[in-house]
């Protein structure tokens, strides 16, 4: 049967989701477990790769089983195997068509921001922090002018894919900045990405924070097409695959 299982996990110590041959990778690391216990290692199909430390909380990826163990046992028998970074959160049947990458309709992340001279050890590793006072108002002005349908090749890393080939426009359904103490999270919903697409756009939204860009200017940055326009690349630490929205 074709199956659907979503996972969590920490992304510190790996270089993304996809397999790489000289690095440690959550897929590998799956992989690995699917062995042990199920005497097996399938072919997976995840709905993302993740860049090298990007953190998730619903994760979700689809193989082929037939093996022996129920179900409803998967998760408790994968988990016993992982290492205590990644966690099988459920296994369920899907049709045989489904892909976990194609069959995805919408993806949210979160990117998280603190503001402060001194880090937080209880979420350092989870969030990027700046020491400078950060505009709310600015942040969340800079965050909606991402709302839409538009091309986002200003927003793109160098080296994309899509880039390349002129596969630029994506819908950003929502794009929100919420304030907690001297936290600062940024929101966003889209039907697909760019490489490194949101870590950009958390620093656009920074700098808008920061008083160093206006949020006016967002929509002729994504116009203009220049890289160079945009915000820095935050790093990969503050970021979350949140959810993943199918049909």
């Known amino acids: 049967m074709n199956i659907l299982l979503w996972l969590a996990y920490k992304g510190t110590n790996y270089a993304g989701f996809q397999v790489q041959p000289n690095a440690p990778t959550v897929c590998a690391a799956l992989q690995d477990a699917m062995q042990a216990a199920l005497g097996c290692r399938p072919d997976v199909k995840g709905c993302s790769r993740t860049d090298a430390?990007?953190?998730?909380?619903?994760?979700?990826?689809?193989?082929?089983?037939?093996?022996?163990v129920p179900l409803p046992r998967l998760p408790l028998a994968l988990n016993a195997h992982l290492p205590p970074d990644i966690r099988v959160l459920e296994a369920r049947p899907v049709p045989e068509t489904f892909h976990a990458r194609y069959a995805a309709h919408a993806k949210t992340y979160a990117y998280r921001i603190r503001s402060g001279a001194v880090d937080d050890p209880f979420d350092r590793e989870y969030t990027y922090r700046v020491a400078a006072r950060l505009d709310l108002a600015a942040m969340q002005a800079a965050a909606a002018g991402f709302v839409g349908t538009h091309d986002f090749r200003a927003l793109c890393a160098a080296g994309s894919g899509a880039a390349a080939h002129g596969d630029t426009v994506r819908t950003v359904t929502r794009c929100t900045v919420a304030c907690s103490g001297a936290l600062y999270t940024m929101t966003v919903t889209a039907n697909g990405y760019l490489y490194n697409?949101?870590?950009?756009?958390?620093?656009?939204?920074?700098?808008?924070?920061?008083?160093?860009l206006a949020p006016a200017e967002v929509p002729a940055i994504l116009q203009s097409g220049d890289r160079r326009r945009a915000g820095p690349t935050l790093p990969a630490c503050g970021l979350c695959l949140m959810d993943v929205e199918y049909e």
């Open 197 to 212: 697409m949101v870590r950009i756009m958390a620093g656009t939204v920074l700098q808008a924070g920061r008083g160093k």
């Open 53 to 68: 430390g990007v953190h998730a909380r619903r994760f979700a990826l689809s193989f082929r089983y037939d093996g022996r």
